[in-house]
């Protein structure tokens, strides 16, 4: 809902007279809240936050549906479009700890709430010592209830600045340690592919650099076969006329782990991302995610 205010407001400032009617829509992901995304197996797959939202722009219901860009789907279904709108924010995740203790200074075995793979690998190989424990629901019960459930909760920072949470911020994690999910930060809209008038209105709030990144980012997570469970961190960052991309993988134990960066000019971004798809497959990227992958289907 906050996001959806916030492209809400974007739109209001291209077109003052616009006026927009808000629906809510109880999406797949809202309805099993209480098992762990990994485990959720083809539902995973299908895009559980986005589905029930494509589904009401297809029908016509609603002219536009909006969510967080790393949510939408790689392959959409035939008849729709999503892009990225806004600048994006801010791309770390971060702690929230009832001690009040950044990561390095955490208890030995302390517990962290978090049902992303790609966190868990990356944290652990931070810090062997570290368990973790599944988490879901949004974000205020996370950070109200189970901060004081676990020595620290992992979350993405741009949802908890959106909600006005930001003073909860225990650490925001350092890229070296954590590298975000593809597109985080982002928010995107999706809408029906003949629908000129509303591509005109999202194309006017659009962020080229921001478009460029999270375009550039999800490319080569398809590349490397992820998912919305598959353990891959991936930042894409603009400076001036230069891109750099990043890409981190780690085992679900955290004892391997291939990382890989490039940069150049932001014309060649499509063919930066490619560069650095295949150092990572080289470097057994692939493999990674697909045992990722395979264990926790499993468990």
């Known amino acids: 809902m906050r996001q959806t205010e916030a492209i809400v407001a974007l739109l209001r400032g291209q077109d003052a007279g616009l006026t927009c009617e808000i629906v809510e829509i109880a999406t797949h992901g809202d309805r099993f809240q209480e098992t762990p995304i990994a485990r959720l197996g083809d539902r995973a797959d299908a895009g559980i936050f986005n589905s029930a939202l494509e589904e ?3 029908r016509g219901e609603v002219d536009l549906a909006t969510c ?15 892009v990225s709108v806004g600048v994006r924010e801010d791309v770390h995740d971060v702690l929230v ?12 075995g302390a517990v962290l709430a978090t049902s992303s793979p790609r966190r868990i690998g990356q944290l652990a190989a931070y810090r062997s010592d570290l368990r973790f424990e599944p988490l879901r629901g949004n ?11 676990y020595d620290g909760v992992v979350l993405a920072a741009a949802g908890l600045r959106r909600l006005g949470l930001q003073h909860r911020i225990t650490q925001t994690i350092p890229e070296e340690v954590l590298l975000p999910a593809p597109a985080q930060g ?4 999706e809408f029906a592919a003949g629908r000129g008038d509303i591509a005109g209105r999202v194309a006017a709030i659009q962020d080229a650099d921001t478009e460029l990144c999270v375009r550039a980012e999800k ?5 490397l076969s992820g998912g919305c469970f598959a353990p891959v961190g991936i930042l894409a960052t ?41 150092r990572v497959e080289a470097a057994g990227g692939k493999e990674l995610v697909a045992e990722a992958r395979a264990a926790l289907r499993q468990g």
């Open 97 to 108: 700890s009832r001690h009040n203790l950044p990561l390095e200074r955490l208890p030995r």
């Open 68 to 82: 967080s860009f790393k949510d939408v789907e790689s392959a959409l279904p035939e008849g729709l479009r999503a």
């Open 238 to 278: 603009v400076q001036g006329d230069r891109v750099e991309m990043r890409c981190r993988i780690a085992s679900l134990d955290g004892r391997r782990k291939v990382e890989e960066r490039v940069s150049g000019p932001k014309a060649s971004a499509a063919e930066l991302g490619a560069l650095l798809a295949g």
């Open 186 to 189: 982002a928010m995107g809209c």
């Open 56 to 58: 009401a722009v297809l």
């Open 219 to 223: 490319a080569l997570l398809v590349r």
């Open 139 to 149: 974000v205020t019960t996370r950070v109200e209830r189970d901060r004081e459930r």
